[in-house]
């Protein structure tokens, strides 16, 4: 847990680092380099889970999911988003479908990609193939995106969300909501965890998880860090 | 003959030295952003429902960028960003404005902006209006901005997400790129647009 934590922060503060330069250069110049930068981050980021990979070991074809958090929406805002860590800690690939929720008519899983500083989003159809013993982080590159919603999320409250799997089937997932932009450490905490076929949705970790105040994430923080 | 000889090896090395030399300067050239003359006349709205034309360029230094609201990921990112740095530049980024336009007028009514931008800063204005006339300023900026269409007749924009820094001249003075560093972003700021007393 207090391992893919660390290597989950370390991954987004490369990520952000490494891809966007200090200098400035006009619009067009920045695609060749995006291109390398996203290489070799890409490289990076991928050893980085091979690292953490080794270091979790559960029950064959077990999908655990932590980090999920979505941002609280702002007023005339009609879309919510959702990030989330999907560890697959068995021996075979899995792939994530989808999600459904409650408070959503669609939810849909987005890619995200940017070119010449021309970001684009669009829906994964095929879904997110999530490979044998590593995990995958859905920010920056994937979100899933709430649309159609009636009741805008707030920040402190909890997101209740199906989210399928190719092997796993479905999983209950928490989002907490964090503040309306910005990153989401604070809250997103440890959100659902099942292994595979029992379905055991009483089973499944989420203690503290509808207490996502300031204080609340900071303790679960806490916890972390004693962890290690 | 081994003059001769020394001749030619000078003159190739010369050559290569020019040559690479013109490719340098070349590359240097095109790396560095000129300041793009904004030439375009329009006519919007801002959140407020005042009207707003290509004057709203020229006077004072600003934080421009091309956005909508059911934006999922960069927009909101950017706008809180961008609230953070007015904050932090206090009594400095006094004379700094801040411009959120709509690449998807048709959806972003007056008082959809209105509430949008307020919920991050009062110093963000929105500016929206009609669809021809917003692309106006969006092609002037050379700003990319594409309705991907979606299932249930619904659509995203596919769209720069660099922020631009628009001296009180009305030209452009860089780009901050989406997820620049807190620090980068801010120095950069301060760099281009606060240090040069073209703050009006």
Not at chain 1, 104 to 128: C, Y
Not at chain 2, 26 to 49: C, H, K, M, N, W
Not at chain 2, 50 to 75: M, N, W
Not at chain 2, 83 to 98: F, I, V, Y
Request: hydrophobic fraction near 40%; charged fraction near 20%; proline fraction near 5%.
């Amino acid at each position: 847990m207090s391992t893919i934590t660390t290597a989950h922060s370390a991954v987004r503060a490369l990520a952000r680092i490494s891809l966007y330069p200090a200098s400035s250069h006009g619009a067009s110049f920045l695609a060749a380099k995006d291109k390398t930068r996203r290489a070799v981050v890409s490289f990076l980021v991928a050893l980085l889970f091979a690292a953490t990979a080794g270091a979790e070991n559960k029950a064959p074809g077990s999908i655990r999911i932590d980090h999920a958090a979505s941002h609280a929406m702002v007023p005339g805002a009609k879309v919510g988003d959702g990030y989330l860590t999907i560890t697959n800690t068995g021996p075979e690939p899995d792939r994530l479908l989808g999600a459904s929720s409650e408070r959503a008519k669609t939810v849909q899983l987005h890619q995200m990609s940017m070119d010449n500083g021309v970001m684009t989003m669009r829906e994964l159809k095929g879904g997110l193939v999530i490979p044998a013993g590593q995990t995958v982080t859905l920010e920056p590159n994937y979100h899933l995106m709430f649309q159609d919603i009636a009741k805008p999320f707030k920040q402190g409250e909890t997101i209740k969300a199906v989210v399928s799997f190719e092997k796993a089937g479905e999983v209950d997932v928490n989002f907490a909501v964090g503040k309306i932009a910005g990153p989401l450490d604070d809250v997103g905490g440890v959100a659902g965890k099942m292994d595979h076929g029992t379905m055991n949705h009483g089973a499944m970790s989420m203690p503290d998880m509808d207490m996502t105040n300031e204080a609340g994430g900071t303790a679960h923080g806490d916890h972390e860090g004693h962890a290690q | 003959m081994k003059p001769k000889a020394l001749a030619i090896v000078a003159a190739s090395a010369a050559t290569v030295f020019v040559g690479a030399l013109l490719a340098l300067m070349f590359s240097i050239y095109i790396e560095t952003p000129r300041a793009v003359p904004f030439d375009a006349d329009f006519s919007l709205i801002d959140d407020q429902g005042r009207p707003v034309d290509q004057s709203i360029f020229k006077g004072h230094p600003a934080l421009v960028y091309f956005g909508y609201t059911h934006c999922p990921e960069a927009c909101p990112t950017t706008l809180y960003e961008v609230a953070d740095w007015m904050n932090t530049l206090g009594e400095q980024g006094k004379p700094l404005r801040a411009y959120f336009f709509s690449i998807d007028p048709e959806r972003d009514t007056q008082e959809v902006m209105h509430e949008y931008v307020n919920a991050f800063s009062n110093r963000i204005t929105g500016i929206t209006g009609k669809p021809e006339e917003m692309k106006k300023v969006a092609d002037g900026w050379i700003i990319h901005a594409e309705k991907l269409p979606s299932e249930n007749n619904d659509y995203h924009m596919s769209h720069t997400v660099s922020l631009l820094l628009i001296g009180a001249d009305g030209r452009l003075k860089g780009l901050i790129p989406y997820g620049m560093d807190r620090g980068q972003a801010l120095a950069k700021i301060r760099d281009v647009l606060l240090t040069h007393s073209n703050g009006a």
